[in-house]
């Protein structure tokens, strides 16, 4: 069930964070986790669970213990009626949602990529679009997590409300979360409409246009006056997927090969990013899908990058957009990659990044093998004037000292986190960073 680093990196699914634990787990059951934290706990280890790698930061980083969540998978429970389904950790979003539409429900909300881990998903505070919508986490009904002490813990919103709320979105700083409850809802199709608009009109009705729809978001590409728009909404149509020959072209060669064709050339001719991009808007065009919800949410990313998102209140959204693209333009920025623009309703997880505000991400990205440091310190000096709070698993500079006045609730994640972790068996460099040293240390 162990084995020792000699043989095994690991490393992110940008291939840009890479450690080499002493030990790596792979449980299969809830008792063999208890076992490989005591073991992990007999030798003095940092432990962090793993799943498929998609954070860009460092935050599964250690060189004691991974914990593999992989064996920790399936829908363990569905039931209809209530739309409760029980789900194992280590399972992948793209298998789950599969699962729940055999049982007629859904997700009812997701992001872009399916192939995260439930737990990696959920830990790190992953969205995806539609200002009536929540997070993921918002689903989150109840969990087990394995603590540092041996026990497992049944966390509710009945009966531990305030320790749910931590772990909706823990950043795995509180111990290793084995299975989740969720409230699904019943499964349903989208209608999606992706077509270029003029980037300065877009903007100027962004709040119109998320509004009018169920889910709406937009790709703004740096130096071009194009925008890329993508507006879904619940539909009772009949399924109308776009044909295969359509769907290559649009999802394979443009989505992928195209942006990996032009993203080379961004990256060996820097200087002429302005005509890579205003190029890309040129081969942008209009497309209609109807499909089940999870076929239309989840899009294929082969292309690797380096990401950077920032979640600020709404009512910015158009403002602090323009003033990226006007950076880029002022210091002239070498990059391609277009910046996504989407909203998401409230909720109350103590971590959130959408806790407590209506809420709009701007995400910046940059090619692999690409400077991005100083790109993304001025993104995030802008987003620092509006109160951004980073995706915490996403590339950013801050601190626990800048992060805490972010969040209305950071107390009480503290509280949770004494409570759960108070020596700190499951902090490492990131989680000592972004949210401070273990409670042992603060008051030892």
Known sequence: ?????????????AGQQRCSP??????????????AIGRA????HVVRAVGSGHSFTDTCLTDDCHIRLGGLSGLLDADRATGLVRVGAGMRLHDLTRALHTHGLALENQGDIDQQT??????????GTGREFRNLSAAVVGCRIALADGTVRDLTAESTPDLLRAARVSIGALGVITEFTLRAVPAFRLRKVEEPRPLVETLDAFDDLSAAHDHFELYAFPYAKTCLSFASDRTDEPPAPLPAWRKWLVDDLVANRGLELFSRAGRSFPGQAPRISRTMTRVLSRDVRVDHSHLVFSSERRVRFTEMEYAIPRAHAATALRAVLAMIESDGVGVTFPIELRTTAPDDAFLSTASGRDTAYIAVHQFQGMPYEAYFRAVEAIMDGFGGRPHWGKRHFQTAETLAPRYPEWDRFAAARAELDPAGRFTNDYVRRTLGPPPAEVHA
């Open 41 to 44: 706990a007999e030798a003095g």
């Open 118 to 127: 439930v737990a990696g998903a959920l830990a790190t505070g992953t969205h």
């Open 1 to 13: 069930m162990s084995r020792p680093t000699t043989t095994h990196t690991w490393s992110n699914w």
């Open 22 to 35: 002493a030990v790596v787990e792979d449980p299969r059951t809830e008792s063999q986790v208890v076992d």
